[in-house]
Each structure stands twice: as structure tokens, then as C-alpha cells.
């Protein structure tokens, strides 16, 4: 008995720990509205955009990039359009902050 002992201890804690954190992230519904950097895929065209979001409804958004899926430089061209989105998501969250 002693030997299931100290793995159970350490489950529940750190099942305990891990509900802590899911409580501590959860964003907030009335801390306002954010702007996330986020993608779409629409008629064979990958879209790079910010979009501002609250209590699960879209506000707004600006298109960064689209990028078509047939492109040679695909990969290229997306992982710079995300930087430039997740840049100006955060350049948006500093103002409104």
C-alpha cells in the first residue's frame, strides 16, 4: 500500500496544478475585446490576418497577407506574414492597453 502511495500523492498534485493553471488562463470575457493573429483558408488562398475578438465574436480584422496555395515560396511567404501579423497584434494590444 505504501508503495501506490507516493504516486498518488504526486498525481493529485499535479493534477491540482494543472487545474490551477487552466483556471489562471482563462481569458477573462469581461477584460474587453483583443487582437489575435490568426488564418483562413479560402478558395485555394491562405489569408494571414489580425482579428480582434470578444466573448467569441469576431469585431474585426485586417488582412496582413494571401498567400495562394499553389505558390513555390509558400512556406517562406506564410511563416513571414504570421511574424508580421503576431507584430502587429501586438502593436494593437499596446493601444489599447
Do not use: K
Amino acid at each position: 500500500m505504501r508503495v501506490l502511495a507516493l504516486p498518488l500523492v504526486l498525481l493529485v498534485a499535479v493534477l491540482l496544478a494543472a487545474l490551477l493553471l487552466a483556471v489562471f488562463r482563462r481569458p477573462d470575457p469581461d477584460r474587453g475585446p483583443r487582437w489575435e493573429a490568426a488564418t483562413e483558408l479560402r478558395d485555394g488562398v491562405t489569408v494571414v490576418l489580425v482579428r480582434q475578438v470578444a466573448g467569441g465574436r469576431e469585431l474585426g480584422r485586417q488582412v496582413v497577407a494571401e498567400i495562394p496555395a499553389d505558390a513555390t515560396d509558400w512556406e517562406t511567404r506564410y511563416h513571414e506574414a504570421m511574424a508580421a501579423a503576431r507584430s502587429r497584434a501586438a502593436a494593437l494590444r499596446s493601444e489599447t492597453d
